[in-house]
């Protein structure tokens, strides 16, 4: 028993005496060679960047923190211009501190794609201009074409705190703040998600000013040659005091084009595709929607608009080219006002407003139907959008009453042809009219012939 101790003593010091001789004699020197290799790595990387954007980078000191560690501190990605008397730099990307975690086994192995393991970067800044920015999407776009395919490395990265600025003209600005992304290619994917996007979007331009947008539970997956790519998230949109919530968002990418699906809590889907070239389409589904289900901050005319209750199927598209017969559409879709519900002090409980048909960018053609407490107004006809353009039938219609008539004319300009009768009872009251409107607020009344029983009127 006593032998056993002492050889195991013995074997505890002599372990003991050579990891401390590990560590003075053989450690330095790796250190040292490390450093070296690092630095460069470091300096090829710098004209690397060079090469393929046309910016520089620099840094302010590299770490080299363990036999798996490397730390960089301070860098920047710059545009310089150089001139007779200055050298001018523009400031586009900057990180606070970039780690980099290796797998010393997989180099040692030759295994190149697994080396690196994972990259935290925290404190990322980016601007843009893209009027003069997009030289350099181009340059890069360029290069990445030239170069040959190899395996992805799989490892993973997470992006702290990451800022970016884009300015998209004179005056208009989109500002986008992650707390964190975290991305993934250790499936053989590119995985990215984040927790939290915000965006502040000001297109002044466009007469937009401070558009806020959440997008969180971000989730994408892009195949090993980007070829194709899936994306999920949620999303709060917030402007002037008005505020759409809980929006999902899905989306799809190969080949074939681009699809994506947008839904809200209340019951509104809509869904689009593209196929990269000329063709596109979309559609809207609601079923007894309600907006107001996802809608907060609206006011008056508008929150009462909204409290209605919205259904119908509508799909369309556009086609361009010399083939192509632009945009249409086709489908129904009606309004009902629920029990108790007024619109602009007006008692609409139970009216209902449903219009069918098709058109495209010139027009509409189909049916629009109002109805309440037992009686019917329809129109049957189409629609010119650019002159205001009139032709169908107008029928109204009850349990005493129904008229039809005819309506045509544009510009504000309608003439009017109907008759009908109106039987209260066992009595019944007959009539015809010819009338012109004009600028749409002046009535001229050409002919109205009254009958009653076997006696008529004209006048």
Known sequence: MTKKRGRLSAALVLALISSILFAILILPPIHREANTQIEKAVSQAVNLVHEATGLRLSYEYVMFTGIDHVSLHGLELFQEETSQYAVLRRKVASIQQLDFIFNPFAALLGRTSSILKEIDAEGSAIELFLDSDRAIYNRLSAYLGKQTGG?????????????????????????????????????????????????????????????????????????????????????????????????????????????????????????????????????????????????AGTEGLLKELLGLQYSGNIKGGFSAGSAGKGLWYAGEAAVLGPAGTKVGGVDVSDALVKITGKGDGSGFSGNAVAQ????????????????????????????????????????????????????????????????????TDRYELKELRLGYGAEGVTV
């Open 372 to 439: 309440r407490s037992g009686y019917e107004a329809r129109y049957s006809g189409k629609i010119a959008y650019r002159e205001l353009e009139l032709g169908g039938t107008i029928t109204l219609k009850g349990k005493d009453l129904l008229a039809e008539g005819l309506i045509s004319g544009k510009f504000g300009d309608y003439s009017l042809k109907a008759d009908g009768a109106y039987s209260p009872g066992n009595q019944k009251l007959a009539f015809s009219a010819d009338a012109l409107l004009k600028n």
């Open 151 to 295: 395996p992805a490395p799989r490892l993973s990265a997470v992006l702290k705190d990451t800022d970016i600025i884009v300015h998209t003209g004179s005056a208009d600005v989109v500002h986008i703040n992650a707390s964190a992304f975290r991305i993934s290619t250790k499936t053989g994917l590119t995985e990215i998600s984040s927790p939290l996007v915000k965006a502040d979007i000001r297109l002044s331009s466009m007469g937009l000013d401070a558009v806020f947008i959440d997008i969180f539970s971000i989730s994408s997956q892009l195949s090993a040659d980007f070829s194709s790519s899936r994306y999920q998230a949620m999303a709060d949109v917030a402007y002037q005091g008005v505020s759409l919530r809980n929006l999902a968002i899905e989306a799809a990418q190969d080949a074939g084009g681009v699809r994506g699906t947008l839904s809200t809590a209340g019951g509104l889907i809509a869904a689009g595709s593209y196929d990269f070239k000329n063709l596109a389409d979309f559609s809207v589904q609601m079923a007894n929607y309600v907006p107001t289900a996802d809608v």
